[in-house]
């Protein structure tokens, strides 16, 4: 059951992926992911040079022996960044999968391809998934308005999206964005979906390398405990809505620029927080779907709890 395309052709058991999630998705967690039947992915941007990514792809291997992926955000960055470098390690550590974000990929795509690489792009509207598919990327991962890290600037809900990217596209599509237990599984499917991407449900699992402290933060909030940030540079975020969120919410309503913000969205606030525990003097990428997380199981709990349910579920709308 649940055998979908993306499980056949990415060699997996169960089409649940885990999203590249900055300084979160190393190792402990996306190994764990992939050993349990998902997709896991690591983020290349984790790590400060390719040289680390490397190390870390190897320690992957070491531990697990199923597929997993590597993310390569594309976003705009306070500090310039080798792209080209972090690719070549990908390509020459025979990596088969990437998931490519924030902007568009074409630069990478004949490397990735020439190289057997399968791509999933991930993006927020329907017409940068058409162009996503059109550049040859071979799935669409497409992120709802309830999505965690950066919705896009259109606002529009999964239920929606996954339904129109669907019906737009040739290629698979993962439904993204508010999905964190068994009813969103079942539902992605019914609306198309070859499978789910979950990035906040993950966040809060006892693999995930980061203090209690941001998991019952997590666990704590509701659906209306995150904030979308940057509008007005045209890179929304949504995050935990915390003392600092609401600081560059504040700032940003006064006409705040750039220049003053920096300081206040320099990533390693949130490397060091993660570490630290305080869950308020960082940005904390956060879905609405923190709404629907109760706890803070370990992956192989929380994989097989999303596959019996669904099971459950699916049998019940038979029974209708
Ligand atoms: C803490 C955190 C960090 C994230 N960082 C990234 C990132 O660096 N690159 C990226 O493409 N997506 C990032 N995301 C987004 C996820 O990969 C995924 O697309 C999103 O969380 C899906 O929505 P959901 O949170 O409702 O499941 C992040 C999400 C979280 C929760």
Not at 251 to 266: C, D, F, I, Q, Y
């Amino acid at each position: 059951m649940f055998n979908t395309t993306i499980c056949k052709e990415l060699d997996i058991e169960y089409p649940i992926i885990q999203g590249g999630m900055m300084w979160v998705s190393k190792t402990e967690l996306s190994s764990a992911v992939s050993n349990a039947g998902g997709l896991g992915i690591i983020t290349a941007l984790s790590f400060g040079s390719s040289d680390e990514l490397r190390s870390e792809i190897k320690k992957m291997k070491m531990a697990t022996n199923k597929p997993f992926g590597v993310n390569i955000t594309l976003l705009p960055t306070l500090r310039p960044i080798n792209y080209d470098a972090y690719i070549d390690v990908i390509l020459d550590e025979e990596v088969k999968i990437v998931e490519t974000a924030g902007n568009n990929p074409e630069k990478y795509i004949v490397k990735l391809k020439d190289n057997n690489v399968k791509i999933i792009h991930k993006c927020t509207s329907i017409r940068h998934a058409k162009k996503a598919e059109n550049i040859g990327c071979d799935f669409i991962s497409i992120d709802g308005y309830e999505c965690a890290g950066h919705p896009g600037e259109d606002d529009v809900t999964s239920l929606l999206l996954v339904p129109l990217a669907v019906e737009s596209l040739k290629i698979p599509v993962i439904a993204s964005g508010g999905f964190a237990d068994a009813r969103g599984f079942v539902a992605a499917l019914a609306l198309g979906a070859t499978g789910v991407n979950m990035g906040t449900r993950f966040f809060a699992t006892k693999e995930a390398p980061v203090h209690d402290n941001i998991k019952k933060a997590i666990v704590n909030a509701s659906e209306r405990d995150t904030i979308l940030i940057l509008r007005t540079l045209k890179n929304t975020m949504r995050v935990l809505k915390n003392d600092l969120a609401k600081t560059v919410y504040e700032m940003e309503s006064k006409g705040a620029k750039l220049e003053e913000l920096a300081p206040l969205l320099s990533g390693l606030r949130g490397k060091e927080s993660f570490i630290s525990g305080n869950t308020n003097n960082s940005l904390i990428a956060c879905g609405m779907a923190a709404g629907l997380i109760k706890d803070i199981p370990s992956v192989s709990e929380l994989i097989e709890k999303i596959i019996s349910e669904a099971k459950s579920i699916v049998n019940q709308l038979h029974s209708l």
